[in-house]
């Protein structure tokens, strides 16, 4: 028998948190395999669909089994999920057959779900992307051509975090879409997710103690995105989601990252739908990060 896991309809962000809320129920004591519903999804985004993954991996960690997943029944949603390679990586995660080599087409708009299991996938992943960020920035979000070659450095800082930090594998995926109604431009949304040890659990061996029990997913986040603070006592280390952050903050987008059971925003834009901070959230393990960036029009 299975216990069974509905995917929210609208699988993003918000929807990430009703799903992981569900998977709290599942328990190292649960014997049954585990079986994510997602036959009524109707929307995903990078974030959604990777955090299915994620959610799989946990899944899969408790129990001791894969868990098993319903495809959704829309065929537009069908058909994106293809088009970012859900099915050629879910085999990792779920008990699923290897589907044969994808038969569409390589798409500007989109950079496809790429797991990230060393340093080697870092750069391969800053190759794939370089190949279409020129046409994606340049030509449909109209920026310069150093700020190519910015988002490809981003890129690479990010994904760097997870073999440097996480000490686990992950993910990464991006996505254009029109903001027609909120923000009245296109943007690129990027998603990168781990299961690893977490920012709290990072940085913990450095800062904990000096915090004592005020320390926390949300104060480590605080530490590590504002202020700089890293698990490592080399000058200098700790600047890469500084960095990050005032790159985005020029770009006016908005950048988040999920950890432990806080997440927090920093810049926050009055077209987005993110919370400086938030605590008290279902505890999931990693970190989970979502960059928007919207494109760029003159005198801005």
Request: net charge negative.
């Amino acid at each position: 028998m299975s216990r069974v896991i509905e995917v929210p309809e609208v699988l993003d962000h918000k929807g990430f948190e009703v799903l992981i809320e569900a998977l709290s129920q599942v328990t190292q004591q649960d014997a049954a395999r585990v079986l994510f519903n997602a036959k009524h999804v109707r929307w995903t985004s990078p974030y959604g669909l990777i955090g299915l993954l994620a959610a799989g991996r946990v899944a899969r960690e408790r129990t001791g089994f894969a868990p098993s997943i319903e495809a959704p029944d829309n065929r537009e949603v069908r058909g994106y999920w293809e088009r970012m390679d859900f099915w050629h990586v879910a085999p990792d995660v779920y008990d699923l057959e290897p589907v044969p080599a994808r038969s569409h087409g390589t798409s500007d708009a989109l950079l496809e779900i790429t797991p990230i299991r060393s340093h080697h996938d870092v750069h391969a992943v800053v190759e794939r992307v370089r190949e279409r960020a020129a046409t994606i920035l340049l030509n449909k979000l109209h920026y310069t051509r150093p700020s190519v070659i910015q988002f490809s450095v981003l890129l690479s800082e990010v994904c760097q975090n997870i073999i440097e930090h996480a000490e686990a594998d992950g993910w990464v995926c991006a996505q254009t879409y029109n903001y027609r109604e909120r923000l009245g431009r296109d943007v690129v949304m990027l998603a990168v997710m781990d299961v690893g040890i977490g920012f709290e659990g990072s940085l913990s061996a450095e800062h904990s103690r000096r915090h004592g029990e005020r320390w926390s997913a949300g104060m480590a986040l605080e530490r590590a995105l504002l202020h700089g603070e890293s698990r490592h006592r080399d000058p200098g280390r700790g600047q890469g989601l500084q960095a990050i952050r005032r790159q985005v903050d020029r770009w006016h987008g908005e950048l988040a990252i999920r950890s432990g059971d806080a997440m927090i925003a920093s810049p926050t834009q009055e077209w987005g739908d993110l919370d400086p901070m938030r605590t008290g959230l279902e505890n999931f393990p990693g970190a989970q990060i979502l960059v928007v960036m919207p494109a760029h029009v003159e005198n801005e």
